[in-house]
């Protein structure tokens, strides 16, 4: 009786550590690995067959060129916390040759689980040590959602609204289409000065002009994890006299993300899933039906388990007030017959 017990104590207790491990790996362990990461040494390309771009030291234009844009992106462990990551990132486009078209470099503090910019940590973009950055600046938040998405431009130096626009497969990824639009932006450069002969009004008199984008990025993000899996860039920048009457193309080019990068980054949010199902379905759901189960075989046990007898029902006891347990009189309580004649 005392094993049957121990038993059932023993599959009571089991259950009720599985049900509160469940709760414990669904409601904690889960969330606090949702962390954008503070580690970070990685370059990607984006890539194009044919692009235009004005030489400014030859003031000559090129055009059909293959372009390559490199990005190096690192994780600064030191300045990063549980919190806040931080990331500098280089940015070099240049033709395939190696002839440098244009260049330019950020570094970026962010909440590492929504992406946001954390304004910390000697941000800077440029030339601006002080750029305030506002709005996602690597990456989208986790569970990213169909709706539009302030991303930081740092050509513009503000917050540019990337809107939702469907879902795609790439790569066997699900993913989200995002589409960010510049239109007639002024870019946040110094001005410079061009001769009249290539800004269309003749002549070697120098003008100044300013620099203007308008275009297209895309954003294919894997919704779950945030992860940008392929980025498309199809910007025409232009210069222009302050009264508009001068101007050229600076840079026309439509640049997407490399296919060996777009595998890699697919492969990453596939292993972000697999964890995502282990650590946030399997385990607790798992963990909550074996412990249910153990609960009930352990409540059963114990129902079978007969109750202890009480001391006043001891089956020694046989006589009591001279009565036998077979309802007759005791013999030795019977008085004696007296003789005959007294």
């Given at each position: 009786m005392n094993d049957q017990r121990s038993r059932g104590v023993l599959l009571l207790v089991a259950g009720a550590f599985l049900i509160t491990l469940a709760a414990l790996v669904r409601l904690h362990v889960y969330p606090s690995g949702l962390l954008l990461p503070a580690e970070q040494d990685r370059i990607t390309k984006l890539t194009t067959e044919s692009g235009s771009y004005f030489d400014t030291a030859t003031l000559r234009t090129h055009r059909g060129v293959p372009l390559e844009t490199v990005v190096a992106r690192y994780g600064d462990t030191v300045r990063s916390t549980p919190d806040v990551a931080v990331w500098t990132e280089f940015v070099s486009l240049a033709t395939r040759d190696g002839r440098r078209v244009d260049y330019h470099e950020r570094r970026a503090a962010f909440d590492r689980r929504t992406g946001l910019a954390v304004n910390c940590c000697e941000n800077y973009v440029d030339e601006n040590a002080n750029?305030?950055?506002?709005?996602?600046?690597?990456?989208?938040?986790?569970?990213?959602?169909?709706?539009?998405?302030?991303?930081?431009?740092?050509?513009?130096?503000?917050?540019?609204?990337?809107?939702?626009?469907?879902?795609?497969?790439?790569?066997?990824?699900?993913?989200?289409?995002?589409?960010?639009?510049?239109?007639?932006?002024?870019?946040?450069?110094?001005?410079?000065?061009?001769?009249?002969?290539?800004?269309?009004?003749?002549?070697?008199?120098?003008?100044?002009?300013?620099?203007?984008?308008?275009?297209?990025?895309?954003?294919?993000?894997?919704?779950?994890?945030?992860?940008?899996?392929?980025?498309?860039?199809?910007?025409?920048?232009?210069?222009?006299?302050?009264?508009?009457?001068?101007?050229?193309?600076?840079?026309?080019?439509?640049?997407?993300?490399?296919?060996?990068?777009?595998?890699?980054?697919?492969?990453?949010?596939?292993?972000?899933?697999?964890?995502?199902?282990?650590?946030?379905r399997v385990v607790p759901l798992s963990c909550a039906v074996l412990g249910a189960l153990l609960l009930v075989a352990g409540l059963r046990v114990q129902a079978r388990v007969p109750a202890p007898a009480s001391s006043g029902d001891d089956p020694g006891e046989k006589e009591e007030d001279g009565v036998s347990d077979d309802g007759g009189t005791d013999a030795a309580a019977a008085p004696e017959p007296r003789p005959a004649g007294d």
């Amino acid at each position: 009786m005392n094993d049957q017990r121990s038993r059932g104590v023993l599959l009571l207790v089991a259950g009720a550590f599985l049900i509160t491990l469940a709760a414990l790996v669904r409601l904690h362990v889960y969330p606090s690995g949702l962390l954008l990461p503070a580690e970070q040494d990685r370059i990607t390309k984006l890539t194009t067959e044919s692009g235009s771009y004005f030489d400014t030291a030859t003031l000559r234009t090129h055009r059909g060129v293959p372009l390559e844009t490199v990005v190096a992106r690192y994780g600064d462990t030191v300045r990063s916390t549980p919190d806040v990551a931080v990331w500098t990132e280089f940015v070099s486009l240049a033709t395939r040759d190696g002839r440098r078209v244009d260049y330019h470099e950020r570094r970026a503090a962010f909440d590492r689980r929504t992406g946001l910019a954390v304004n910390c940590c000697e941000n800077y973009v440029d030339e601006n040590a002080n750029p305030a950055p506002r709005g996602l600046v690597f990456r989208w938040p986790f569970d990213a959602r169909p709706i539009a998405y302030q991303v930081y431009d740092p050509l513009v130096r503000r917050p540019v609204a990337a809107r939702f626009e469907g879902i795609e497969t790439l790569y066997g990824v699900r993913v989200n289409r995002y589409a960010q639009r510049l239109v007639n932006e002024r870019l946040a450069q110094q001005p410079m000065e061009l001769p009249g002969s290539v800004l269309g009004l003749g002549g070697a008199r120098p003008f100044p002009v300013n620099a203007y984008v308008e275009g297209t990025r895309t954003f294919w993000v894997e919704p779950e994890s945030g992860m940008v899996i392929g980025f498309r860039e199809n910007l025409v920048r232009t210069l222009r006299t302050p009264d508009g009457r001068g101007r050229l193309v600076a840079l026309a080019a439509d640049m997407r993300t490399s296919e060996g990068d777009e595998r890699w980054n697919a492969g990453e949010a596939e292993q972000f899933g697999r964890w995502t199902t282990l650590v946030n379905r399997v385990v607790p759901l798992s963990c909550a039906v074996l412990g249910a189960l153990l609960l009930v075989a352990g409540l059963r046990v114990q129902a079978r388990v007969p109750a202890p007898a009480s001391s006043g029902d001891d089956p020694g006891e046989k006589e009591e007030d001279g009565v036998s347990d077979d309802g007759g009189t005791d013999a030795a309580a019977a008085p004696e017959p007296r003789p005959a004649g007294d």
